[in-house]
Protein backbone atom coordinates (compact mmCIF):
# COMPACT_ATOMS: atom_id res chain seq x y z
CA UNK A 1 0.00 0.00 0.00
CA UNK A 2 1.53 3.39 -0.85
CA UNK A 3 1.89 6.24 1.35
CA UNK A 4 -0.93 8.72 1.48
CA UNK A 5 1.99 11.42 1.37
CA UNK A 6 3.18 10.23 -1.99
CA UNK A 7 0.02 11.29 -3.47
CA UNK A 8 0.09 14.78 -4.13
CA UNK A 9 -3.55 15.54 -5.29
CA UNK A 10 -4.73 14.18 -1.34
CA UNK A 11 -2.66 16.28 0.54
CA UNK A 12 -2.29 19.99 0.82
CA UNK A 13 -0.02 22.12 2.19
CA UNK A 14 -1.78 24.17 5.87
CA UNK A 15 -2.27 27.29 3.23
CA UNK A 16 -3.98 25.14 1.00
CA UNK A 17 -6.46 23.51 3.51
CA UNK A 18 -10.52 24.57 2.65
CA UNK A 19 -11.22 24.19 6.39
CA UNK A 20 -14.80 26.58 5.46
CA UNK A 21 -16.61 24.31 3.03
CA UNK A 22 -15.46 21.08 5.38
CA UNK A 23 -17.13 22.72 8.30
CA UNK A 24 -20.33 23.45 6.34
CA UNK A 25 -20.49 19.89 5.48
CA UNK A 26 -20.14 18.97 9.24
CA UNK A 27 -23.00 21.18 10.52
CA UNK A 28 -25.36 19.91 8.42
CA UNK A 29 -24.07 16.15 9.40
CA UNK A 30 -24.07 16.99 12.81
CA UNK A 31 -27.86 18.28 12.66
CA UNK A 32 -28.87 15.60 9.93
CA UNK A 33 -31.38 14.61 12.48
CA UNK A 34 -33.44 17.93 11.55
CA UNK A 35 -32.22 18.27 7.86
CA UNK A 36 -36.14 18.39 6.66
CA UNK A 37 -36.84 21.22 9.61
CA UNK A 38 -33.81 23.30 8.55
CA UNK A 39 -32.45 25.44 5.02
CA UNK A 40 -28.83 25.62 5.27
CA UNK A 41 -27.39 28.68 3.07
CA UNK A 42 -23.49 29.05 2.75
CA UNK A 43 -21.20 31.85 2.68
CA UNK A 44 -24.82 34.07 2.80
CA UNK A 45 -24.11 37.88 1.43
CA UNK A 46 -25.32 40.51 3.85
CA UNK A 47 -25.26 42.98 1.14
CA UNK A 48 -23.95 43.66 -2.48
CA UNK A 49 -20.57 44.41 -1.25
CA UNK A 50 -18.11 41.60 0.40
CA UNK A 51 -19.79 41.09 3.48
CA UNK A 52 -20.77 37.61 4.31
CA UNK A 53 -22.52 35.39 6.75
CA UNK A 54 -20.29 31.70 7.11
CA UNK A 55 -23.43 29.91 7.45
CA UNK A 56 -27.17 30.82 8.25
CA UNK A 57 -29.17 27.79 9.19
CA UNK A 58 -33.10 28.81 9.12
CA UNK A 59 -35.37 26.60 11.35
CA UNK A 60 -38.55 26.48 8.76
CA UNK A 61 -41.06 25.04 11.47
CA UNK A 62 -40.81 27.43 14.15
CA UNK A 63 -41.39 24.66 17.12
CA UNK A 64 -40.01 21.89 16.26
CA UNK A 65 -37.00 20.77 18.43
CA UNK A 66 -33.23 20.53 17.23
CA UNK A 67 -31.82 17.18 17.91
CA UNK A 68 -28.26 17.62 18.55
CA UNK A 69 -27.37 19.71 21.41
CA UNK A 70 -25.71 22.31 19.61
CA UNK A 71 -28.67 23.55 18.39
CA UNK A 72 -30.53 23.55 21.30
CA UNK A 73 -30.28 27.49 21.63
CA UNK A 74 -31.34 27.68 17.98
CA UNK A 75 -34.36 29.98 16.87
CA UNK A 76 -35.52 30.61 13.71
CA UNK A 77 -32.90 32.32 12.35
CA UNK A 78 -29.47 31.14 13.61
CA UNK A 79 -25.69 32.78 12.52
CA UNK A 80 -23.21 30.45 12.18
CA UNK A 81 -19.53 31.46 12.36
CA UNK A 82 -15.95 29.34 11.99
CA UNK A 83 -13.12 29.84 12.87
CA UNK A 84 -10.49 27.21 11.17
CA UNK A 85 -7.65 26.09 13.50
CA UNK A 86 -4.84 28.96 12.80
CA UNK A 87 -7.53 31.78 13.41
CA UNK A 88 -8.02 33.87 16.01
CA UNK A 89 -11.02 34.72 18.27
CA UNK A 90 -10.94 38.32 19.29
CA UNK A 91 -13.65 40.55 21.44
CA UNK A 92 -13.79 41.56 17.82
CA UNK A 93 -14.48 38.88 16.00
CA UNK A 94 -17.52 37.83 18.48
CA UNK A 95 -19.30 40.97 18.40
CA UNK A 96 -18.97 40.94 14.44
CA UNK A 97 -20.63 38.27 14.38
CA UNK A 98 -23.80 39.39 16.56
CA UNK A 99 -23.32 43.02 14.37
CA UNK A 100 -23.69 40.22 11.31
CA UNK A 101 -27.10 39.02 13.14
CA UNK A 102 -28.38 42.79 13.48
CA UNK A 103 -27.82 43.09 9.84
CA UNK A 104 -29.57 40.49 8.45
CA UNK A 105 -32.28 41.45 10.85
CA UNK A 106 -32.56 44.76 9.19
CA UNK A 107 -32.62 42.97 5.53
CA UNK A 108 -36.17 41.87 5.42
CA UNK A 109 -38.32 42.97 2.47
CA UNK A 110 -40.70 44.16 5.17
CA UNK A 111 -40.72 45.82 8.53
CA UNK A 112 -40.24 43.57 11.17
CA UNK A 113 -39.77 40.03 8.95
CA UNK A 114 -37.05 39.16 10.86
CA UNK A 115 -37.65 39.53 14.24
CA UNK A 116 -34.77 39.99 16.85
CA UNK A 117 -35.88 37.48 19.13
CA UNK A 118 -36.05 34.94 16.50
CA UNK A 119 -32.16 35.41 16.15
CA UNK A 120 -29.26 33.69 17.58
CA UNK A 121 -25.42 33.67 17.15
CA UNK A 122 -22.91 30.78 17.67
CA UNK A 123 -19.36 30.93 16.85
CA UNK A 124 -17.14 27.72 16.51
CA UNK A 125 -13.61 27.19 17.86
CA UNK A 126 -11.19 24.21 18.13
CA UNK A 127 -9.72 25.49 21.56
CA UNK A 128 -10.72 27.37 24.26
CA UNK A 129 -10.85 30.84 23.70
CA UNK A 130 -9.65 32.31 26.99
CA UNK A 131 -8.78 35.84 26.15
CA UNK A 132 -12.27 36.72 24.37
CA UNK A 133 -13.99 35.20 27.96
CA UNK A 134 -12.50 37.69 29.81
CA UNK A 135 -12.80 40.43 27.48
CA UNK A 136 -16.38 39.59 27.68
CA UNK A 137 -16.64 40.04 31.06
CA UNK A 138 -15.73 43.30 30.53
CA UNK A 139 -18.72 44.05 28.70
CA UNK A 140 -21.04 42.59 31.44
CA UNK A 141 -21.60 39.47 29.44
CA UNK A 142 -21.09 35.94 31.52
CA UNK A 143 -19.75 33.14 30.31
CA UNK A 144 -22.06 29.79 31.23
CA UNK A 145 -20.73 26.39 30.18
CA UNK A 146 -23.72 24.69 29.22
CA UNK A 147 -22.11 21.58 28.06
CA UNK A 148 -18.70 19.81 27.45
CA UNK A 149 -17.33 22.67 24.96
CA UNK A 150 -20.81 24.64 25.06
CA UNK A 151 -20.48 27.74 26.53
CA UNK A 152 -23.37 30.28 26.25
CA UNK A 153 -22.78 33.96 26.20
CA UNK A 154 -25.39 35.93 28.81
CA UNK A 155 -26.25 39.35 28.99
CA UNK A 156 -26.43 40.03 25.31
CA UNK A 157 -30.19 40.56 23.56
CA UNK A 158 -28.87 38.31 21.50
CA UNK A 159 -28.85 34.52 22.35
CA UNK A 160 -25.12 33.69 21.71
CA UNK A 161 -22.90 30.60 22.19
CA UNK A 162 -19.48 29.28 21.34
CA UNK A 163 -18.19 26.05 20.80
CA UNK A 164 -15.37 24.39 21.62
CA UNK A 165 -14.79 21.83 19.86
CA UNK A 166 -11.80 19.97 21.42
CA UNK A 167 -13.63 20.23 24.31
CA UNK A 168 -17.11 18.39 22.34
CA UNK A 169 -18.11 14.67 23.46
CA UNK A 170 -16.67 12.72 20.46
CA UNK A 171 -19.41 10.12 20.68
CA UNK A 172 -22.01 13.18 19.78
CA UNK A 173 -20.01 15.10 17.27
CA UNK A 174 -17.95 12.89 15.42
CA UNK A 175 -18.12 15.25 12.04
CA UNK A 176 -16.42 17.89 14.26
CA UNK A 177 -14.05 16.42 16.39
CA UNK A 178 -12.10 14.66 12.91
CA UNK A 179 -12.18 18.55 11.31
CA UNK A 180 -8.90 19.07 13.42
CA UNK A 181 -5.01 18.95 12.93
CA UNK A 182 -5.26 16.59 16.22
CA UNK A 183 -7.74 14.02 15.12
CA UNK A 184 -7.80 10.89 16.95
CA UNK A 185 -8.02 7.39 15.37
CA UNK A 186 -10.99 6.67 17.97
CA UNK A 187 -12.54 9.53 16.60
CA UNK A 188 -12.15 8.69 12.85
CA UNK A 189 -12.95 5.21 13.24
CA UNK A 190 -16.33 6.34 15.47
CA UNK A 191 -16.90 8.69 12.59
CA UNK A 192 -16.40 5.88 9.71
CA UNK A 193 -19.12 4.34 11.90
CA UNK A 194 -21.37 7.10 12.37
CA UNK A 195 -21.38 7.94 8.46
CA UNK A 196 -22.35 4.69 7.44
CA UNK A 197 -25.66 5.50 7.70
CA UNK A 198 -26.12 8.61 5.62
CA UNK A 199 -27.16 7.56 1.98
CA UNK A 200 -27.84 10.61 -0.13
CA UNK A 201 -26.13 11.90 -2.52
CA UNK A 202 -25.76 14.92 -0.58
CA UNK A 203 -25.00 13.38 2.65
CA UNK A 204 -22.66 11.17 1.05
CA UNK A 205 -20.59 14.63 -0.65
CA UNK A 206 -20.71 15.88 2.74
CA UNK A 207 -18.96 12.98 4.58
CA UNK A 208 -16.43 13.25 1.73
CA UNK A 209 -15.91 16.81 2.12
CA UNK A 210 -15.14 16.76 5.99
CA UNK A 211 -12.75 13.72 4.99
CA UNK A 212 -10.80 15.52 2.50
CA UNK A 213 -9.88 17.99 5.18
CA UNK A 214 -9.08 15.44 8.04
CA UNK A 215 -7.06 13.44 5.73
CA UNK A 216 -4.98 16.67 4.14
CA UNK A 217 -4.60 18.17 7.81
CA UNK A 218 -3.46 14.35 9.66
CA UNK A 219 -1.77 12.77 6.79
CA UNK A 220 0.70 10.59 8.90
CA UNK A 221 -2.56 9.46 11.32
CA UNK A 222 -4.21 8.53 8.05
CA UNK A 223 -0.84 7.12 6.47
CA UNK A 224 -0.25 4.71 9.52
CA UNK A 225 -4.20 3.79 9.33
CA UNK A 226 -4.00 3.02 5.48
CA UNK A 227 -1.00 1.10 6.34
CA UNK A 228 -2.85 -1.38 8.42
CA UNK A 229 -5.68 -2.16 6.00
CA UNK A 230 -5.91 -5.43 7.17
CA UNK A 231 -6.75 -4.34 10.44
CA UNK A 232 -9.72 -1.88 9.27
CA UNK A 233 -13.43 -2.74 9.62
CA UNK A 234 -15.68 -2.20 7.34
CA UNK A 235 -16.84 1.21 8.14
CA UNK A 236 -13.04 2.04 7.99
CA UNK A 237 -12.99 0.87 4.37
CA UNK A 238 -15.83 2.58 3.02
CA UNK A 239 -15.11 5.53 4.80
CA UNK A 240 -11.42 5.45 3.25
CA UNK A 241 -12.64 3.92 0.20
CA UNK A 242 -11.94 6.60 -2.78
CA UNK A 243 -8.40 7.31 -0.77
CA UNK A 244 -7.62 3.43 -0.92
CA UNK A 245 -8.24 3.46 -4.05
CA UNK A 246 -6.27 5.96 -4.93
CA UNK A 247 -2.93 4.77 -3.14
CA UNK A 248 -3.86 1.57 -4.94
CA UNK A 249 -4.11 3.10 -8.37
CA UNK A 250 -0.77 5.13 -7.51
CA UNK A 251 1.14 1.79 -6.70
CA UNK A 252 0.04 0.43 -10.17
CA UNK A 253 1.19 3.37 -12.21
CA UNK A 254 4.23 3.16 -9.87
CA UNK A 255 4.76 -0.46 -10.56
CA UNK A 256 4.39 -0.18 -14.73
CA UNK A 257 6.97 2.94 -14.61
CA UNK A 258 9.16 1.13 -12.14
CA UNK A 259 8.67 -1.88 -14.80
CA UNK A 260 9.47 -0.25 -18.38
CA UNK A 261 12.46 1.57 -16.87
CA UNK A 262 14.30 -1.67 -16.18
CA UNK A 263 13.06 -3.35 -19.42
CA UNK A 264 14.29 0.06 -20.83
CA UNK A 265 18.03 -0.29 -18.61
CA UNK A 266 18.34 -4.02 -20.36
CA UNK A 267 18.19 -2.58 -23.67
CA UNK A 268 20.68 0.15 -23.12
CA UNK A 269 23.29 -2.45 -21.71
CA UNK A 270 22.28 -4.68 -24.76
CA UNK A 271 22.97 -1.69 -27.22
CA UNK A 272 25.95 -0.93 -25.45
CA UNK A 273 27.44 -4.33 -25.88
CA UNK A 274 26.62 -4.27 -29.99
CA UNK A 275 28.67 -0.59 -29.58
CA UNK A 276 25.84 1.41 -29.82
CA UNK A 277 26.87 5.12 -28.75
CA UNK A 278 25.65 6.58 -25.74
CA UNK A 279 23.73 9.02 -27.59
CA UNK A 280 21.86 7.06 -29.87
CA UNK A 281 20.96 4.69 -27.00
CA UNK A 282 19.63 7.20 -25.48
CA UNK A 283 17.27 8.09 -28.03
CA UNK A 284 16.28 4.23 -28.93
CA UNK A 285 15.21 3.98 -25.26
CA UNK A 286 13.74 7.64 -24.73
CA UNK A 287 15.41 8.80 -21.68
CA UNK A 288 17.77 11.20 -21.24
CA UNK A 289 21.60 10.98 -21.97
CA UNK A 290 22.23 11.44 -18.37
CA UNK A 291 20.48 8.77 -17.39
CA UNK A 292 21.72 5.80 -19.94
CA UNK A 293 25.31 6.77 -18.81
CA UNK A 294 24.52 6.34 -15.39
CA UNK A 295 23.55 2.83 -15.78
CA UNK A 296 26.16 2.07 -17.81
CA UNK A 297 28.64 3.86 -15.27
CA UNK A 298 26.99 1.58 -12.62
CA UNK A 299 27.27 -1.59 -14.32
CA UNK A 300 31.22 -0.57 -15.08
CA UNK A 301 31.40 -0.28 -11.30
CA UNK A 302 29.69 -3.55 -10.46
CA UNK A 303 32.33 -5.32 -12.77
CA UNK A 304 35.24 -3.59 -11.53
Not at 15 to 44: C, G, K, V
Not at 54 to 63: A, E, G, M, T, Y
Not at 220 to 227: A, G, I, S, V, W
Request: with cysteine; aromatic share 10%.
Amino acid sequence: MQSYKKNESMFLSDMDIQWHPAFYAAAELELSANRADLYFQREYNLSKKPLQIDLLVIRKPDNVRIENEIGSIFRQYNIVEYKSPDDGLSIDDFFKAVGYAYIYKGLGETVDQIPADQLTVSLFRENYPRELFCNLEKYNCSVKRERNGIYYIEGLYIPAQVIVTKELDGQKHRSLKVLSKHAREEDIRGFAEEMQKFTEQGERENVDAVLQVSVAANSDLYDKMTRRFSDMNDAMRWLMRNEIEAGVQQGMRQGMQQGMLKQAKDTAYELCDMGLPVDKIARAVKVSLDTVQGWLDERAALVE
